[in-house]
């Protein structure tokens, strides 16, 4: 053998053990070689016991947008709306519009809202009206606020409780959507002139009262706010 022959066959004996060391050896143990086709058909199947449905919200994968999971359609509204009503098929359309609806969240804040728009309009506060009445509304609680202030009148109201607060209609309006809210009440309120003189209402006697008002809310807008829209009482 020359000396050419003796470099070849000793760089082949390098190059060999170099494959060894960075491929390594099968021992029989080795993981199985991922099979992405086997795998997306296992999580595909309907039927699959690798699959698990989470309770709460869902990821529309087409959209990536988080929806409410609607739960079976019977106890959707359960406690709220019967079944195949006008009520019910209102919500129903809310929620299809907007996801994130949540009726009884609503509800919780409508409670708050009523107070503080009685109370706000009791001591003239203009400007948590604003915040919480549509323009159309709050022109006509200025207006009842500035025929106080002409008289020289105050009016204090003190809430004692609100017992009921009740969804009776639901509603979307192309974009808007609009929700009724019956609130049972009990309130002491009196009106006294600038001498003291009570002119309307008994500081000593609770009243019940019964307000039907409705807020809207563009389902559109990034604003989650409710806004007071009309009034009415029973």
């Known amino acids: 053998m020359d000396i050419y022959t003796i470099i ?3 760089l082949a004996v390098f190059i060999f053990l ?5 491929l390594g050896q099968r021992t029989g143990s080795e993981r199985p070689p991922f099979d992405r086709t086997a795998r997306n058909a296992v999580q595909g199947a309907p039927d699959s016991n690798n699959v698990i449905t989470v309770p709460g919200k869902l990821i529309d994968p087409g959209t990536s947008a988080v929806v409410a ?16 009503t006008a009520l019910a098929r209102g919500l129903d359309a809310i929620a299809a519009q907007d996801s994130s609806f949540d009726p009884r969240h609503f509800i919780s804040g409508a409670r708050s809202a009523y107070e503080m728009i009685v ?29 106080r202030e002409k008289h020289e009148q105050k009016t204090e109201t003190r809430f004692v409780s609100i017992d009921k607060a009740e969804l009776v209609g639901a509603e979307l309006r192309d974009r808007t959507a609009q929700l009724t ?10 009106t006294r002139d600038k001498m003291g003189t009570i002119v309307d209402g008994n500081p000593d006697k609770v009243a ?9 809310r563009d389902t559109a807008s990034r604003d989650p706010n409710w806004k007071l829209v009309g009034t009415g009482s029973h």
Do not use: H
């Not at 999971?69 to 195949?84: H, M, N, T, Y």
């Not at 009791?122 to 200025?142: I, K, T």
């Not at 019940?208 to 809207?216: E, K, S, V, Y």
């Open 69 to 84: 999971d609607a739960g079976p359609a019977l106890d959707r509204w359960k406690d709220l709306a019967e079944p195949g």
């Open 119 to 147: 109370l706000a309009f009791a001591n003239g506060d203009r400007r948590s009206l604003r915040e919480l009445l549509s323009s159309e509304v709050y022109e006509s609680f200025d207006a009842a606020i500035k025929d």
């Open 8 to 10: 070849f066959l000793a």
């Open 208 to 216: 019940d009262i019964t307000d039907i008002w409705t807020f809207a």
């Open 181 to 190: 809210v019956r609130f049972v009440s009990q309130m002491i309120s009196v």
């Open 18 to 22: 170099r494959l060894r060391n960075v």
